[in-house]
């Protein structure tokens, strides 16, 4: 999976920093909401970190002491924070991590092995709910030694980049191994662990955040097609209806085990296009919510 990211991290063009910008607009948007609440703080996290293409590092570093960026990919990171000005580098950590904590059960292996020696769809549906089942356990392994340290804690579009779409690829190779209707209930193995990964990785990283800190995520919804313009339009009830049909799983079960972590009372909901790659702009929803401690 760490090679899988690190591919998508590296597929990008010399202009995504310059398209990007209205987008990275709107991520700082999401920041100064909270900094309008509190000016300083002392530690900021932004997982799913990345190349870091969607953040004003450099600004966001004038506003606290420390930032922490993780994320699985080291080497883009490290790209993507090497040029910036070394009062801003010095308050930077870079920490490796894979949030899912499958990693620490050497899943992707685990899986290969099994689909390359051709085990029955029955054995790998049973190893899917075997680690869906451990999933928790992997995850407070992964965020136990940062619980209740961040005033801020953001996740960066990482809902739609957890595990499903290597897992999909991995499996259509081999899918024409398997019986169609057996190829389906693997699939839909890989969907139930793509959801609870979704769901543990969420929980884990609220509890990253100091009582009545703030939790700050954006996502892509659906990527955005001339037709879906009405509904875009009328505003966030026909969008999440319209992502209910059309959208990412991963995004939506994001969002709503985002909001149910924080306190519903200073909730904000915002949405913006965002100019991803030429000819393609996806929808994303950007939260933010003070840590009520659940």
């Known amino acids: ?47 799913g970190a990345g190349n870091c293409d969607d953040l004003d590092i450099e600004y ?9 960026l993780f994320d699985i990919d080291m080497e883009s990171m490290e790209k993507g ?13 870079l920490i490796e991590i894979d949030v899912t904590g499958l990693d620490k059960v ?24 075997d680690t869906e089942k451990r ?39 081999h899918a024409n191994h398997y ?16 959801d609870e990964i979704v769901r543990t990785v969420n929980h884990s990283i609220s509890k990253c955040t100091k009582q ?19 509904p875009i339009n009328e505003g966030l009830n026909a969008i999440f209806t319209l992502a209910s049909n059309v959208g990412y799983g991963a995004a939506l079960i994001g969002v709503k085990t985002f909001i149910e972590k924080v306190d519903k009372s200073e909730l904000t909901l915002r949405y913006w296009p965002w100019d991803f790659q030429e000819n393609k702009q996806y929808l994303t929803i950007g939260i933010i919510g003070r840590n009520n401690g659940l």
């Open 179 to 194: 019986q169609k209707k057996d190829a389906e209930e693997m699939k839909n193995g890989i969907l139930d662990v793509r």
């Open 106 to 129: 050497d899943f992707d292996h685990h899986l290969s092995s099994m689909l390359n020696r051709g085990e029955t769809a029955k054995g790998i549906i049973q190893y899917l709910k």
């Open 135 to 173: 999933l928790g356990q992997l995850s407070e392994r992964v965020f136990a030694n940062y619980y209740n340290d961040f005033d801020i804690v953001a996740t960066s579009a990482i809902y739609t980049q957890l595990f499903y779409n290597w897992a999909k690829e991995l499996l259509s190779d």
């Open 81 to 93: 924070t090497a040029n910036l000005p070394e009062r801003t580098l010095e308050k930077i950590q």
């Open 60 to 68: 966001l570093a004038t506003k606290c002491n420390s930032i922490y």
């Open 1 to 47: 999976m760490e090679t899988y990211q690190r591919k998508m991290n590296h597929n990008r063009d010399e202009y995504r920093k310059l398209r990007w910008k209205q987008h990275r607009m709107q991520v700082t948007g999401l920041f100064d909401a909270v900094f309008s609440k509190k000016a300083f703080v002392d530690k900021v996290a932004i997982v």
């Open 212 to 230: 009545n800190g703030f939790c700050i995520t954006w996502t892509d919804i659906l990527k955005i097609e001339p037709e879906y313009m009405d």
